[in-house]
């Protein structure tokens, strides 16, 4: 610990009252924090060296004794001396606190405080750094700090991870563009995702004000649709009518099948044939795209032109999903209600929607107040204080301030059905168990507390979900050590019906269809169970049960009867469908559960590193339903790339564009032939990998994206990291399969993903991300920075996706919307910076010569 009197422009004051010799008076505390990564590896161990930095830039010293400094950090961190001015301390989760040690002496102004920190595992970029730090003082006054002042390594070799971890730069950038746009001239898709048979004719249509719609009653729904659709880009009421000129037509084709269609555009207007609702909704959607996004940046359109066409379509998966984390990070109704327009624009047709974690429980349950009056609240506690959860992500001490706290009430909740299923979508609620239920367990315990006083023992007792007096120690990945659900109290199953009930009660009241519920069923850590009167007594009257492994199995099988007495299917992480075995060294690991193999059970398989490459063939080989969910391709909450300034996660491994692109559903080996870091995979590993056999194709339900809400605090973060990455997990869910997926020459294959990708790629840029400008209220998506080059004296730049304007400035300051175009190679200048800009002005992130 080190007392230095360096200066730094950081973070806004910070005010409230403070005792200084015995009187009371309002003074200025302000204490500013910045953090720095230091080293990866540190001491030849898979940890990193970071600093902290207390600077006390106010007008008054921070005393002695009588506070803490509380913050939340991902990581379990330790110091990397024992003699400290500060002492760390772990409360649960990701919550920390600082206190004074015996040697500090206060911080007056001036002076600050580094703190070397030790982090028990890599450090990538900004998503790894400490946040949410607030004072609480012993008198019980809290005050939040402002924002940390995030800080980049200085070093960049001392923060790889492994040999030649290097950071994306502007010239490799540079590189990776040209080689998808260099040699091939592409024709944008006037559709997406891509149609099945698309056949552009001589001709237009004129859609104008004058435009009847003439359906068949069964797609009244979707009529209602398409009228909002057209008003809102012609500013008129679009009415019904007969006849056949001037007008879009639907009509029943009983031939067709429930998600297909086929439309004709001609000068007489468009005809669209679908045998169910949702294939008229899904052309409707197609119809949509086709009109030029120009278009959609005015709502008083006096005629729309649209090419003559045939188009012949259906999805090749029939389930095309989208998961939405709200439980770590709260969103409002209204974006998820802008998130579905996404969705049924682009025809997924399944939201899985995470509602409850440790972190926070956002769905209303009428039999169980508690669940959003503790569980969907995170604020400072104070002892054994009930009426929050704490904070969590950077939260902050105060409840329902930000997205730490909130919840859907059931009037929301039926409003989002309703929404969902206009659009041919269905909801797939989660209720994460067994583990990573900390938000129910503490709302349980609450409500224990209140019906305890009111004298009510056996009423209190009856929903608890954990034994006041279990000793098993344990410390799941997020680092608690309270949140996973004993499986064998009675209690947890009586309380497991009453939600189960409550939800298909709002369903009911939705008019929306129930089919699935997901259990969850992931990271239960080692140690559970072990010391619970519950198991001890569970074991004693069950001759089935002799260990604590065998309550995986005794609690799915039960949930499944659940389930199935009230006619839904289940669904779970991949751990449902597993169980644990020795192998040959005596060591635990994971294999396809044979007893649940033939219940129909549904699997969202994310797992596929690092032994696990071929476990979704293995699960769907073994009989069990897989929905496609790799964090390799399809985690959206991962980083777009190494960047210390790219915000998300990486523990997967990083997803542009390519990577969802480039999946291959039914032989994902053949083109994913490198780890998480990026290294080739050893050739016995790709040579014993298991094969998708005939009936696990069958098995293959679907692709999933997912989004989960760590680093996800706003709507305009949410979208960054959804947006591009979104397009290429539609194309991937309904488009049919490109001819590269099962082209066996090495040179065909890469030519055709080439061809393919740059179409993709100018799709997005020309067509549909200048309609997100738009579209629902407008997206904020991520414009990729543009590559640079420098060769000859002269300075080159070219973009990932084509549609942006790239502007420039040579005196080192940061391009504008009114900075000049860069039209050719500019001379050479290490002050030059270039930005892309999107037609609205907004802009990427900074590039330079060398960054």
Not at 125 to 153: C, E, H, M, T
Not at 292 to 301: E, I, L, R, W
Not at 346 to 373: C, M, Q, V
Not at 550 to 558: E, V
Request: charged letters at 25%.
């Amino acid at each position: 610990m080190m007392i230095k009197a360096i200066c730094s422009s950081l973070c806004a004051l910070v005010l409230f009252a403070l005792q200084v010799n015995g009187a009371s008076q309002q003074d200025t505390l302000r204490i500013d924090v910045s953090w720095l990564p230091i080293e990866n590896n540190y001491a030849g161990k898979e940890q990193a060296l970071s600093v902290l930095t207390f600077k006390n830039n106010g007008e008054i010293a921070l005393p002695k004794t009588g506070w803490r400094l509380y913050f939340n950090f991902i990581r379990i961190a330790t110091p990397k001396n024992e003699q400290n001015l500060l002492d760390i301390n772990h409360v649960n989760g990701d919550l920390f606190y600082f206190s004074p040690s015996r040697d500090f002496e206060g911080l007056k102004p001036g002076e600050e405080i580094s703190y070397e920190l030790i982090s028990h595992s890599w450090l990538v970029n900004r998503s790894d750094a400490p946040q949410g730090f607030y004072v609480v003082w012993d008198d019980k006054r809290i005050q939040p700090l402002a924002a940390v002042d995030i800080r980049a390594p200085q070093d960049e070799k001392k923060f790889y991870r492994v040999a030649n971890d290097n950071e994306e730069t502007s010239a490799s950038l540079f590189d990776q563009n040209q080689s998808i746009h260099a040699k091939i001239k592409v024709i944008p898709q006037k559709i997406f995702p891509t149609p099945q048979v698309y056949e552009e004719k001589v001709g237009h249509f004129e859609l104008n004000h004058a435009t009847k719609i003439v359906a068949d009653v069964v797609f009244s729904n979707e009529v209602e649709l398409l009228k909002e659709d057209l008003s809102a880009l012609m500013g008129v009421q679009f009415g019904s009518g007969s006849g056949t000129g001037n007008t879009i037509q639907l009509k029943v084709d009983a031939a067709l099948s429930e998600e297909a269609y086929r439309m004709e555009i001609d000068h007489d207007g468009v005809r669209i044939f679908a045998g169910q609702a949702a294939g008229a909704f899904y052309a409707i959607q197609s119809l949509k795209t086709l009109i030029d996004p120009h278009y959609f940046a005015s709502s008083q359109n006096k005629s729309i032109s649209l090419p003559a066409i045939n188009v012949a379509d259906e999805p090749r998966f029939g389930k095309r999903a989208l998961m939405l984390d709200v439980a770590r990070n709260f969103q409002s109704k209204e974006q998820v209600l802008k998130v579905l327009n996404l969705m049924g624009l682009y025809k997924l047709n399944t939201l899985h929607f995470h509602l409850n974690d440790d972190e926070g429980w956002r769905l209303e349950i009428p039999s169980f107040p508690e669940l959003t009056a503790i569980g969907s609240q995170r604020g400072h506690i104070f002892g054994e204080d009930q009426t929050s959860l704490p904070p969590s992500y950077g939260s902050g001490p105060f409840a329902g301030k930000n997205s730490g706290s909130g919840y859907y009430t059931e009037a929301d909740f039926i409003e989002i059905l309703q929404y969902a299923t206009a659009r041919h979508i269905r909801v797939i609620p989660e209720i994460e168990t067994p583990g990573h239920a900390r938000a129910a367990i503490k709302a349980m315990e609450a409500r224990y507390q209140r019906l305890m006083k009111e004298g009510k023992e056996d009423e209190a007792k009856k929903y608890l979900l954990r034994d006041f007096d279990d000793q098993s120690v344990y410390r799941s990945v997020q680092k608690w050590n309270d949140n996973v659900m004993d499986v064998s109290m009675p209690s947890v199953y009586d309380f497991l019906e009453v939600v189960v009930d409550d939800v298909i009660a709002l369903y009911q009241q939705a008019g929306a269809p129930l089919e699935i519920i997901h259990f969850g069923g992931d990271e239960v850590p080692n140690g559970v169970w072990e010391q619970s009167p519950a198991f001890a007594k569970l074991k004693a009257t069950d001759e089935q049960i002799e260990h604590t492994d065998q309550l995986w199995d005794y609690y799915f099988d039960k949930v499944d009867k659940l389930l199935k007495a009230r006619n839904l299917t289940l669904f779970g992480w991949e751990e449902v469908g597993m169980h644990k075995v020795l192998d040959g060294n005596g060591k635990k690991r994971w294999i396809p559960n044979e007893q649940f193999k033939d219940r129909n059970i549904h699997l969202n398989v994310w797992n596929n590193l690092s032994g696990n490459e071929d476990l979704a063939y293995r699960l769907a080989n073994s009989g069990y339903k897989v929905m496609l969910s790799f964090v390799s391709n399809f985690y959206l909450d991962m980083a777009y790339y190494k960047s210390f300034n790219e915000p998300g996660f990486y523990w997967g491994g990083f997803i542009d564009l390519d990577k969802p692109f480039s999946f291959i559903p039914f032989d994902y080996l053949k083109n994913q032939q490198r780890d998480w870091l990026g290294r080739q995979l050893r050739p016995e590993v790709l040579q014993n990998a298991e094969k998708l056999t005939e009936a696990g194709r069958k098995n293959i339900i679907g692709i999933q994206g997912l989004l989960w809400a760590e680093t996800v605090k706003n709507p305009t973060q949410m979208e960054y990291l959804i947006l591009p990455r979104f397009f290429a997990l539609a194309e991937k869910a309904w488009a049919q399969a490109p001819v590269w997926e099962t082209e066996t020459d090495q040179v065909l294959f890469n030519e055709q993903y080439a061809g393919d990708l740059a179409t993709f790629y100018h799709t997005l840029g020309h067509r549909e991300l200048k309609r997100m400008d738009y579209y629902a209220g407008g997206f904020n998506y991520r414009i990729p920075r543009p590559g640079i080059k420098s060769a000859s004296g002269k300075l080159y730049v070219n973009t990932q996706l084509p549609g942006f304007t790239v502007r420039y400035t040579v005196d080192g300051t940061e391009p504008t919307i009114d900075s000049p175009i860069v039209t050719q190679p500019i001379e050479f200048n290490d002050n030059a910076r270039f930005k892309s800009f999107n037609d609205l002005g907004k802009g990427s992130d900074v590039s330079k010569v060398n960054n």
